[in-house]
């Protein structure tokens, strides 16, 4: 059974760094895309990082450039690293695993999904 658990939710003042770290039990991260997506309140939920089994990775638009996704296949980890946090980040955000699920984003599939964790961002 898989398993993903997101830690390293909290609140940050706009400018500010937070780190979000999802363990994966009965899945092997090393050989498939693992990604992180975010719900803001009242929106849909959308793709912000993404890493292949390569480490290749692709982010959205909106994070470029201050958040960072990698991986630790040792620990079966994924990490994002969020720099210089904004308002608008602000959200629950999940972290989620390949397979055939109804969920597509940067051409890979998701089925496995962890529970989402708070990230507040405040002006």
């Known amino acids: 059974q898989v398993q993903l658990v997101e830690s390293g939710g909290g609140s940050v003042e706009t400018g500010g760094s937070l780190r979000l770290s999802c363990a994966a039990s009965g899945y092997p991260i090393r050989n498939w895309c693992m990604a992180w997506f975010r719900q803001a309140p009242g929106k849909e939920r959308e793709g912000v990082a993404l890493?292949?089994?390569?480490?290749?990775?692709t982010y959205a638009t909106s994070v470029k450039g201050r958040f960072t996704i990698s991986k630790d296949n040792a620990k079966n980890t994924l990490y994002l690293q969020m720099d210089s946090l904004k308002p608008e980040d602000t959200g629950s955000y999940y972290c989620a695993s390949w397979g055939y699920g109804n969920t597509w984003w940067a051409g890979c599939q998701f089925e496995h999904w962890g529970q989402g964790i708070l990230v507040t961002v405040s002006s």
């Open positions: 890493i292949h089994g390569d480490y290749s990775t």
